[in-house]
């Protein structure tokens, strides 16, 4: 079955530095979300990417998913206090019949010290 | 809107009994989506349903579990009996449907946090 691989796992910057998760899927993607999970929280919807090659930006956010629409990333330039949690992607597989089903990568936990 | 409400927030239990996590979706929703989430294994799809009807459960662990949607606005994943690896946070999402507009995205609810002892 589809696999959405993520990395790094875990994540820890100074206050201002740059952070950048990364995504991988076996398959081709119709579409990638992102989503944002603050601590004791529940993911939150960002993003959905669905063009090859096409990158958005929210802000300090910027999202690209890849030319062969199997890889994504997410960098944030300069985090603050409050991009603290897990990032998640999630793709939606190609396959008929899975319109509705994401697949969701094993997050990356990002800590901002101070 | 509330957005997606899931009852009870925690729930602790012992080994063997019978647990029944609740979920209302979004008014207007089509889709409603139970997740599993733990360290181990992350978040992973149980079961959803479009309409009421089960479309895909093949993310359902065993015939312990089981879930209902018996109409539009309320959703039942019950265990039963219920066993210590099945602790962790579950969650409903709920998704509109697909519109020129809409991302498709998942409203997710709170979460149950659920113990079994």
């Known amino acids: 079955g589809q696999q959405v691989m993520q990395i790094p796992q875990y994540q820890h910057v100074q206050e201002g530095e740059d952070f950048t998760t990364y995504c991988n899927s076996s398959?081709?993607?119709?579409?990638i979300q992102w989503y944002k999970q603050r601590p004791g929280g529940h993911p939150v919807f960002l993003i959905q990417l669905v063009k090859s090659g096409e990158v958005k930006k929210q802000k300090r956010l910027t999202f690209q998913f890849g030319e062969a629409k199997k890889n994504s990333s997410l960098h944030i330039t300069a985090t603050q206090t409050t991009d603290v949690g897990t990032y998640f992607c999630a793709g939606r597989s190609t396959r008929r019949g899975s319109a509705r089903q994401l697949t969701f990568g094993s997050g990356t936990q990002l800590t901002v010290l101070p | 809107d509330a957005g997606v409400i899931q009852s009870p927030r925690h729930e602790v239990t012992e080994m063997g009994q019978e647990v029944t996590l609740r979920c209302k979706p979004i008014?207007?929703?089509?889709?409603l989506f139970w997740y599993r989430q733990t360290m181990m294994r992350g978040l992973e799809l149980l079961i959803y349903?479009?309409?009421?009807?089960?479309?895909?459960d093949s993310g359902m662990p065993e015939d312990r579990f089981s879930a209902k949607m018996p109409n539009a606005s309320f959703s039942t994943l019950k265990i039963q009996p219920s066993e210590p690896r099945d602790s962790a946070v579950y969650f409903c999402a709920s998704s509109p449907r697909r519109t020129e507009s809409s991302y498709n995205e998942q409203f997710f609810g709170p979460g149950t946090r659920l113990t079994v002892l």
């Open positions: 349903f479009n309409n009421n009807v089960p479309i895909d």
């Open positions: 398959t081709t993607l119709s579409n």
């Open positions: 008014s207007g929703h089509d889709y």
